[in-house]
């Protein structure tokens, strides 16, 4: 986290790297059965836009309001299509959050992309990698006869 002004705002590198790696499995997706809601992932834009379109119901975020019918697909949070509604930009970014939540495939690939075009930054594929640290730096810790709670570190 990043102060500005007394205003705090995430650093796009690490926010970039949970939102690919992470967010997965922190706001695993439920999906349910056909609904009428705001569709979401690679059914909204800019992704809709980018990839072509397929037989299957779209996944949707279920909302009375909605003019979409489709499979569920549970928000980040019960207010996101309102949210959404009122705010194309977040929008977006919250579709694109939920195709990287769905899984792999060209839909996650395109998401992650403009993602990273969106944040401006470039996230490793695999795990996140950790900087490389001199041997003199280690201290005791880099040695390998080094435990804690019977673990090597």
């Known amino acids: 986290m990043k102060l500005d002004g007394g205003w705090g705002y ?28 705001v569709p979401t992932a690679h ?9 072509p379109q397929t ?21 980040l949070y019960k207010s996101v299509p309102r949210a959404a509604r009122r705010d194309a930009r977040l929008y977006e970014l919250l579709a694109l959050v939920d195709a990287i939540r769905a899984g792999g495939g060209k839909a996650h690939d395109a998401a992650v992309s403009e993602l990273q075009a969106r944040l401006g930054v470039q996230v490793q594929g695999g795990a996140p990698r950790r900087a490389a640290v001199k041997r003199s730096q280690q201290g005791n810790h880099g040695t390998q006869s080094s435990r804690l709670h019977g673990r090597r570190y």
């Open 55 to 75: 037989e299957e119901p779209p996944p949707v975020w279920p909302d009375p309001e909605g003019e979409v019918r489709g499979m569920e697909f549970s928000p």
């Open 43 to 51: 059914a909204a834009p800019p992704l809709s836009r980018l990839l």
């Open 10 to 37: 995430p650093d796009p590198g690490p926010l970039g790297e949970f939102l690919v790696h992470g967010l997965k499995y922190v706001f695993t997706p439920v999906r349910g059965g056909l609904t009428l809601g």
